[in-house]
């Protein structure tokens, strides 16, 4: 399995204001991605973080709102911007690992997100 | 119809009895399947992979069935360590592509003593 670390695991943030998410892999990985998750839902993937190019964002999902960055194979961060409480939510980045033959994902702890 | 659909539960079960989650798929095409398992306010741990053959790890057993589509996972002897929520996930890429990993809304456990 991966070791994934998320900052901060959760913080309480004001109306208008951005976030950012940092996500810190224990080794090199190809892909990392980006997921959402509200109450009593389940995980809902917003982007893969691309190194070296532009993150590719799932429908529904744009840049302007939730820029990502990926600087290198073990790190990448994720920005809630110019934020509402319908952003409130769990972020959880995710790395993958190929295991036995077959690409599995393993997740970070998440951050809790709380907009007032 | 949802790609991934799965009984929301909850299950209640008394701690020792068997119980059994299943997960249909629409896609047909569709890769490689896994359980993950997630406790509250975590995040989804993997359980196990699903193989074609079905596959044991313990107590744990899943099994694919392709023709009708749908994945089973069956928990004999459950402790109450066991109660959460049971992710069915399917990826319908065969490359590695995130945008084809689709999860179930999870379908939750509670074993009480």
């Known amino acids: 399995s991966a070791v994934i670390s998320q900052k901060p695991s959760r913080d309480i943030c004001q109306r208008g204001t951005s976030l950012t998410i940092q996500c810190q892999v224990d080794s090199q990985v190809t892909m990392m991605f980006w997921y959402r998750q509200q109450p009593g839902q389940s995980l809902t993937l917003i982007a893969t973080?691309?190194?070296?190019?532009?993150?590719?964002?799932e429908s529904g999902f744009v840049i302007d709102k939730f820029p990502i960055s990926r600087p290198n194979l073990t790190f990448s961060t994720l920005t809630v911007s110019n934020m509402s409480p319908e952003d409130s939510s769990i972020y959880l980045c995710s790395a993958e690992r190929r295991v036995g033959g077959t690409d599995t994902q393993y997740f970070g702890p998440g951050t809790r997100l709380t907009v007032l | 119809r949802k790609e991934v659909e799965q009984d929301p539960g909850p299950f209640n079960v008394p701690e020792g009895a068997t119980v059994a989650f299943n997960c249909t798929y629409s896609n047909s095409a569709s890769q490689s399947f896994f359980w993950y398992r997630q406790d509250c306010r975590k995040e989804p741990k993997l359980l196990m992979s699903v193989y074609s053959s079905g596959n044991e790890d313990g107590r744990f057993t899943a099994q694919l069935n392709r023709a009708s589509q749908y994945i089973s996972l069956l928990i004999r002897d459950s402790k109450l360590s066991d109660s959460a929520t049971y992710l069915c996930?399917?990826?319908?890429?065969?490359?590695?592509?995130?945008?084809?990993?689709?999860f179930g809304s999870g379908t939750r456990l509670s074993i009480r003593p």
């Open positions: 973080a691309n190194q070296g190019s532009e993150a590719t964002y």
């Open positions: 996930v399917v990826n319908n890429s065969e490359y590695s592509s995130a945008s084809k990993i689709i």
